[in-house]
């Protein structure tokens, strides 16, 4: 079964520069979530899409944006980067039948240096 | 306030026993949803197991069972016949409100290690 697709799987950057994660959902999720996941930490959600539209906004810097394009990719764009980026950024989708589960993909590692 | 609450930090358990991971939850909505979600060292996040808050039994998916207490607010995971493969980062979520969009919250996890 096809699963959520993120890229890429790492990338490093440095300092004050801009990163653009990708997310493909799972064919017919009409949701997608965008969570932060620190080092020795639990995924924090950061901002989710319900059909291209922002549903829900979490714990995202200002430095951070995303949105959701018709074909219902998401893309996180992340400018003025921090040491204290650096983390696994997951990408989550789900369908609306309330007993669906958010599916993950694999996450994208981001080092900051 | 904290929403879930895994107290272990870590577990041990042997090769083919039965273990179980706690999780309580906060929440004043009659509605939610509670997940478990496995991840190994490589570091995805795999879904287990759904308990919703209204349904009447306990969610089981193969060796996965969930200990759904409503009462005590408690979702406990119980694996059993552990394999060395269950050694991983487990994560209690909840989600608030029976709307699949609404985001997940996460404990601090458990980290299991199976001996053999």
């Known amino acids: 079964a096809a699963g959520v697709i993120q890229s890429p799987r790492h990338l490093i950057k440095e300092k004050r520069e801009t990163a653009t994660l990708k997310c493909y959902p799972i064919p017919r999720h009409d949701t997608v979530y965008w969570y932060q996941q620190g080092p020795g930490q639990d995924p924090q959600f950061l901002i989710s899409f319900y059909e291209k539209m922002q549903s829900d906004k979490g714990s995202i810097p200002d430095r951070f944006s995303a949105q959701q394009f018709s074909d219902y990719h998401s893309e996180l764009n992340m400018s003025s980067l921090e040491l204290g980026d650096s983390a696994l950024y997951f990408c989550?989708?789900?369908?609306?039948?309330?007993?669906?589960?958010?599916?993950f993909g694999d996450g994208t590692r981001l080092s900051i240096l | 306030a904290q929403k879930i609450t895994q107290t272990q930090p870590g577990m041990f358990v042997q090769e083919k026993e039965a273990v179980t991971l706690d999780c309580t939850y906060d929440t004043s909505d009659p509605s939610y949803g509670l997940f478990w979600y496995k991840q190994p060292s490589s570091g995805e996040m795999i879904f287990l197991i759904y308990q919703g808050s209204y349904d009447q039994q306990n969610a089981t998916e193969g060796r996965y069972s969930l200990n759904f207490q409503k009462a005590r607010k408690s979702a406990n995971l119980v694996i059993s016949a552990s394999q060395l493969g269950d050694s991983a980062m487990y994560f209690c979520?909840?989600?608030?409100?029976?709307?699949?969009?609404?985001?997940?919250?996460f404990g601090s996890g458990t980290r299991l290690l199976v001996r053999p």
């Open positions: 989550a989708s789900s369908s609306t039948d309330s007993n669906q589960p958010q599916h």
């Open positions: 979520a909840m989600r608030e409100g029976m709307d699949s969009s609404y985001k997940l919250i």
